[in-house]
């Protein structure tokens, strides 16, 4: 028997560190841990003794022997990564906290998200850190809350490690608290030792094709947070009366989108999706979904676990033509030669598999085009339909190009998903171009490239938009640890004043921050609805609803 890691990995490792025998990868010190789709048990090398399942804030591992039919694809997956990648390296150092010197750090953290909550977990660690966490949301918990899809319960479980980190004494919430209009960065930055900004990446990137402005051409950044209830888009509508819909880009969020369209609806109302996205999906017409890559099959942005989970979705048909499998004559070389990555080989067998499974009449269906992207989207006052052009491989250089074919397909929502992008912050540095704040290890750096004492970041805001939970866990532990090496260096700036007054300040604003009690309060109302509806929780989806459930 051996353990077997599924769909629901957050890749934070938690797993790795109580492993015995080091036969979970990659490991947080292997260069691949950063871009890793998920975490893999060597099943030669596992010594059965279940450390790891106590271990995983998601309930990921399971004996193999003990496999949901659904789950047994993972076995191979874990396998597989093996074929190709060496088990004696990256072995966990232990990790000891150092001592610090006398007096207390007052820290601000903006934003409430995993990086947010990691880094802070990191540093409360320290007793004369105290950690004050601010978001402009009633609401901690960032894209888990409002980006994880509503089906993915499971991964939402991390939660747990993020209200442990909440309950400790030296940390304090103040969500509900816009940093820049409640209060000003110069503010913060006149009251604490440190202000670290882990406020995420909040636009989305375009296209930059013809007719991207059309009402029915949407982000889906904007959809997603539509469903999951985000207050910024409660009142959005969006127009699901035709039977088609495009995504543009193949990363797992467009995967998370094409799901939710075509689920029944019966099945989404056991989760925590919005009430009025509910609602609307159960008058929707859209049967089918296109998911657009401009790249070949091996090249596909979504991680294998989300692209078999897409083949278990109830009464969806994933339909892929022989023709969209084309392969570079790199890869093809590889490919047979055995030389290929195992994660790539992966992606190009499951893809074979569905491909070859043809459809069974399911009436709902999720296409996968490759090498297919799109040249503009068609319609006089409203999206009718998308122009693609067809890619292809260039001779000389084997790079993708296109090859002058040219196509159009109808649709009524066409829905783009090539990306997350960070906004400046007021205060800090921000590289336009990488949608980034400049920093090394998480310490902003100015113009000058030298660091601005006192001043952090963590998480997309500040490597840019790619990786999950537990790239964000460790990106946040980076960044934790520079505070820490800052202050034992004695390199940080003191503040002029106290936090001690940051509630009485908001308050004469007319803010009124909700501390863990405020929170603890609107997670019950949200709970007890949801157990009342068959589902986790009911989500309050307004401002004024969230403050008068925190009022209860």
Not at 206 to 224: C, I, N, Q
Request: glycine content about 10%.
């Amino acid at each position: 028997m051996a353990f077997v890691i599924t769909r629901p990995c957050c890749n934070d490792a938690s797993c790795v560190s109580v492993c015995p025998v080091n036969c979970i990868h990659p490991t947080p010190e292997e260069p691949e841990f950063r871009t890793a789709e998920m975490l893999y048990i060597d099943p030669d090398t596992c010594i059965d003794c279940g450390a790891c399942v106590d271990a995983c804030p998601v309930g990921a591992i399971f004996a193999d022997d003990e496999l949901a039919e659904d789950d047994e694809p993972y076995l191979r997956l874990n396998a597989d990564y093996y074929l190709d990648h060496d088990v004696e390296a990256g072995e966990p150092q232990p990790v000891r906290t150092p001592k610090l010197p006398d007096g207390d750090v007052r820290v601000a953290v903006v934003g409430a998200g995993p990086a947010a909550f990691y880094a802070a977990e990191e540093l409360i660690r320290h007793p004369a850190v105290r950690v004050d966490m601010y978001d402009r949301l009633p609401t901690p918990y960032g894209l888990v809350r409002a980006g994880v899809a509503p089906d993915h319960a499971a991964t939402k479980t991390v939660e747990r490690t993020f209200s442990g980190t909440a309950r400790k004494k030296n940390f304090r919430y103040h969500l509900g608290v816009h940093v820049g209009k409640d209060i000003t960065h110069d503010e913060l930055t006149e009251r604490y030792h440190v202000v670290l900004y882990a406020s995420g990446a909040s636009t989305d990137k375009r296209l930059g094709v013809a007719g991207e402005a059309l009402p029915g051409s949407v982000a889906a950044t904007d959809f997603v947070a539509w469903y999951n209830g985000h207050p910024d888009h409660c009142d959005d509508v969006y127009d699901l009366s035709s039977d088609r819909a495009v995504i543009v880009g193949n990363g797992n969020v467009a995967l998370d989108v094409a799901r939710i369209l075509l689920t029944d609806p019966d099945e989404l109302a056991a989760t925590d999706i919005a009430g009025h996205a509910l609602e609307a999906l159960r008058k929707s017409s859209i049967s089918e979904v296109v998911i657009l890559g401009r790249r070949s099959v091996a090249d596909g942005a979504y991680t294998n676990s989300e692209f078999l989970a897409m083949g278990l979705v109830d009464g969806v048909d994933v339909v892929i033509d022989d023709a969209d499998l084309e392969l570079s004559p790199a890869v093809t070389a590889r490919l047979e030669d055995g030389s290929i990555d195992s994660t790539v080989g992966s992606k190009i067998r499951l893809a074979r598999e569905y491909a070859e499974r043809g459809t069974e009449g399911s009436g709902r269906r999720v296409v996968f085009r490759y090498l297919t992207a799109p040249a503009e989207i068609v319609g006089d006052d409203v999206v009718t339909g998308v122009r693609l052009v067809r890619n292809g491989f260039d001779a000389e250089s084997g790079r993708v190009a296109p090859t002058g074919e040219t196509s159009e397909i109808a649709a009524g929502l066409v829905i783009r998903s090539i990306g997350y992008r960070g906004v400046a912050v007021d205060g800090l540095p921000f590289d336009d171009v990488a949608g980034v704040v400049p920093n090394v290890q998480g310490r902003v750096v100015g113009d000058d490239g030298e660091p601005v004492p006192g001043h952090y970041v963590a998480g997309w805001l500040k490597r840019g938009a790619s990786g999950g939970i537990g790239t964000n866990r460790f990106c946040g532990q980076e960044t934790a640890a520079s505070v820490v090496a800052d202050i034992i260096a004695g390199a940080l700036p003191t503040p002029a004043g106290s936090p001690d007054d940051v509630v009485d300040l908001l308050t004469s604003r007319g803010v009124t921050p909700i501390d863990a009690g405020g929170w603890a309060a609107i997670d019950k109302v949200e709970r007890d609805a949801g157990r009342a509806a068959g589902s986790p929780r009911r989500k309050i989806v307004t401002i004024a609803g969230l403050r008068e459930a925190m009022a209860s």
